[in-house]
């Protein structure tokens, strides 16, 4: 039998909420593949999808403003304008054939490209959320407990090492 393969759940305020397997966003067209990401994003491996070619799929609607990656394994989440971002952001969701590992920050890896630096804006380096489960979309800024200050960074990096 096949492994139970983990669903990203996209929701919220969108015409169609769906759930995608590996093989659903595989499927999306080929415009919205990325076979390289080091081709992007220097030093990243394994092949993504644009984050366009989902919303092309789920189909948000006018009164979604903000995306909140929601990552339930660690409870990170952070909750970013969609605007900024739409265009741009990835998420890597294999290495080959095979789902990316939880090391690389998989199942699904959240990625934006040209991020800031770490907590200089709203679309920084800690928004490029690791093992997303959901993504929301909503009307108003979501749930968002990206560090606040240098001290909370450094935890948070100290954890990120020991998983
Ligand atoms: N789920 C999850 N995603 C996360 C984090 C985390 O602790 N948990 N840390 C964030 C922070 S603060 C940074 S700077 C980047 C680091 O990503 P990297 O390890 O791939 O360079 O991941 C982000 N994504
Ligand atoms: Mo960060």
Redesign the pocket.
């Known amino acids: 039998m096949a492994e139970m393969q983990t669903k990203l759940v996209v929701r919220g305020e969108v015409e169609a909420a769906k759930e995608f397997l590996l093989e659903d966003l595989r499927s999306l067209p080929a415009a919205s593949q990325i076979e390289d990401v080091s081709s992007i994003a220097s030093g990243?491996t394994g092949s993504a999808v644009r984050l366009s070619g989902i919303l092309s799929q789920v189909k948000p609607k006018a009164s979604a403003k903000y995306l909140t990656?929601h990552?339930s394994?660690?409870?990170?989440h952070?909750s970013i304008p969609l605007e900024a971002i739409a265009d741009k952001a990835i998420v890597i969701y294999r290495l080959g054939d095979e789902p990316l590992s939880v090391k690389?920050?998989g199942p699904y890896?959240?990625?934006i490209p040209d991020h800031a630096a770490?907590r200089v804006a709203e679309v920084?380096?800690?928004?490029?959320?690791?093992?997303?489960d959901v993504l929301e979309f909503t009307a108003e800024r979501g749930h968002d407990n990206?560090?606040h200050d240098e001290a909370e960074?450094a935890a948070?990096?100290e954890?990120?090492g020991e998983h």
């Open positions: 990243r990656l990552a394994r660690d409870d990170f952070a690389a920050g890896r959240f990625f770490c920084d380096e800690c928004a490029n959320v690791k093992f997303i990206r560090p960074h948070l990096h954890k990120e």
